[in-house]
T-cell receptor
């Protein structure tokens, strides 16, 4: 049972374009939704996260949009740069620091 | 701070051999985790620990064992290695303060650089 479904598996975006990665979850008890970024040969690192009391969170060029009723959240990367080329994972967990449940990842390639 | 460190970086095992993947953190985090990452499959939780002496199974614990005798170390043991255990293994840690959940400070998991294991 996959609790967090992520799409697309891979994404190619032109430099300066907008990258959009979507995730859907099933467990309504989830209340913490982070996105992790992973470069080749490295461990994942937290990029940005949101809680369901807000519908959007923005940090620089990265924005999470959250739709509680649809049980979906997405990552938007504005003005995508070649340095953003990485694998992105969405995740979810419940209050109390229960372990994160990860999506399968999206490999983003930003081409010049 | 070194953060989360893992050794070795790479290892090749023969079927049936055993080994221990080492993980250490110097951030005084109480929670520690072991994940495996297979291509296109995301990160799957093997075991986790909420403090010294306390461990619990994750989604894919079969074939693995863990122990947590101190806050800093959380080794992962593979007994009787099998080709299905070929993967990249990540250790992570986080800090959780019961009763208080400041947004970022207690939910962020910090990952190590990983151990790439091949079982032939």
């Amino acid at each position: 049972q996959q609790q967090v479904k992520q799409s697309p598996q891979s994404l190619i975006v032109q430099k300066g374009g907008i990258s959009i990665i979507n995730c859907a979850y099933e467990n309504t008890a989830f209340d913490y939704f982070p996105w992790y970024q992973q470069f080749p040969g490295k461990g994942p690192a937290l990029l940005i996260a949101i809680r369901p009391d807000v519908s959007e969170k923005k940090e620089g060029r990265f924005t999470i949009s959250f739709n509680k009723s649809a049980k979906q959240f997405s990552l938007h990367i504005m003005d995508s740069q070649p340095g953003d080329s990485a694998t992105y994972f969405c995740a979810a967990s419940m209050r109390g620091n229960t372990p994160l449940v990860f999506g399968k990842g999206t490999r983003l390639s930003v081409i010049a | 701070n070194a953060g989360v460190t893992q050794t070795p970086k790479f290892r090749i095992l023969k079927i049936g051999q055993s080994m221990t993947l080492q993980c250490a953190q110097d951030m005084n985090h109480n929670y520690m985790y072991w994940y495996r990452q297979d291509p296109g499959m995301g990160l799957k939780l093997i075991y986790y620990s909420v403090g010294a002496g306390i461990t619990d199974k994750g989604e894919v614990p079969n074939g693995y064992n863990v122990s947590r005798s101190t806050t800093e170390y959380f080794p992962l043991r593979l007994e009787l290695a099998a080709p299905s255990q070929t993967s990249v293994y990540f250790c992570a840690s986080s800090y959780f303060l019961a009763g208080k959940t400041p947004f970022k400070g207690t939910d962020t998991q910090y990952f190590g650089p990983g151990t790439r294991l091949t079982v032939l």
